[in-house]
T-cell receptor, first 113, second 114 residues
Framework: GNSVTQMEGPVTLSEEAFLTINCTYT??????LFWYVQYPGEGLQLLLK?????DKGSNKGFEATYRKETTSFHLEKGSVQVSDSAVYFC????????????FGIGTKLQVIP | DSGVTQTPKHLITATGQRVTLRCSPR?????VYWYQQSLDQGLQFLIQ???????AKGNILERFSAQQFPDLHSELNLSSLELGDSALYFC?????????????FGPGTRLLVL
C-alpha cells in the first residue's frame, strides 16, 4: 500500500534559519504530492502541491520539488519566521481513481526568536 | 477560514455511548472526507463521499458509519464508544474528489470519551 515517511520532530530553529523537512513516499504509479500545515488549534490547510515529476510547488516562501527518482518531496524554506511554527504534513494522493490521501505523521516546527 | 464548518467543536461522552458529528462542506464542493487524528495513530483517512455516495473507505471501524445528505452536508456516527476513540475528527471537502484537488479542512471536533 501507499505510505509517507517524514521526520517526526520536533524541529526547533532560530528565526531566519534554513528549514528542510524530509519526506519520502511509497506508491504505485505516479501520485500527486502535497504539503499541508496545521497551526495550533486549527484544521489542516494546503501549503503547496505538485502533481507530476519535476514539478515544484511553492507558497509563502516554502518550496518542494517532486522527485520521482528518489521518491521524495522535501519541504524547504530559506528563512523561517516565528509565525511558521506549526505542524507540517506531507501527503500523497493515489492517481488511480478517486482521491484517497495518505498522510505522513506530521513534523512539528518551533521557531524561536 | 476554509469555508468548511463542523459541529460541535467539543464533545465529552462516556464509554458505550453514541455520538453524531456534523460537517458542512464549502459552497460548491461535492466531495466530503472524514479523518481521525490521534496522538498515537496520526491522521487517518476514514471515508469519502461524493454527491451522496460512498467513494472510498479507509481505516473506518464497523462501529462508525457516515452518510452524505442531499444538501451535501455529512454526518459521522460513532457508536459503542471506547476510550481509544478519543481524538480529533476532521471533515474536509473538495470540488469533485479528483486526486489532484486540494482538500479544505474544517476546524475539527474534539471528542473525549470518559
Amino acid at each position: 500500500g501507499n505510505s509517507v515517511t517524514q521526520m517526526e520532530g520536533p524541529v526547533t530553529l532560530s528565526e531566519e534559519a534554513f528549514l528542510t523537512i524530509n519526506c519520502t513516499y511509497t506508491a504505485t504509479g505516479y501520485p500527486s504530492l502535497f504539503w499541508y500545515v496545521q497551526y495550533p488549534g486549527e484544521g489542516l490547510q494546503l501549503l503547496l502541491k505538485a502533481t507530476k515529476a519535476d514539478d515544484k510547488g511553492s507558497n509563502k516562501g516554502f518550496e518542494a520539488t517532486y522527485r520521482k527518482e528518489t521518491t521524495s518531496f522535501h519541504l524547504e524554506k530559506g528563512s523561517v519566521q516565528v509565525s511558521d511554527s506549526a505542524v507540517y504534513f506531507c501527503a500523497l494522493s493515489d492517481r488511480g481513481g478517486y482521491q484517497k490521501v495518505t498522510f505522513g505523521i506530521g513534523t512539528k516546527l518551533q521557531v524561536i526568536p | 477560514d476554509s469555508g468548511v464548518t463542523q459541529t460541535p467543536k467539543h464533545l465529552i461522552t462516556a464509554t458505550g455511548q453514541r455520538v453524531t458529528l456534523r460537517c458542512s462542506p464549502r459552497s460548491g464542493d461535492l466531495s466530503v472526507y472524514w479523518y481521525q487524528q490521534s496522538l498515537d495513530q496520526g491522521l487517518q483517512f476514514l471515508i469519502q463521499y461524493y454527491n451522496g455516495e460512498e467513494r472510498a473507505k479507509g481505516n473506518i471501524l464497523e462501529r462508525f458509519s457516515a452518510q452524505q445528505f442531499p444538501d451535501l452536508h455529512s454526518e459521522l456516527n460513532l457508536s459503542s464508544l471506547e476510550l481509544g476513540d478519543s481524538a480529533l475528527y476532521f471533515c474536509a471537502s473538495s470540488l469533485s474528489g479528483g486526486n489532484q484537488e486540494t482538500q479544505y479542512f474544517g476546524p475539527g471536533t474534539r471528542l473525549l470519551v470518559l
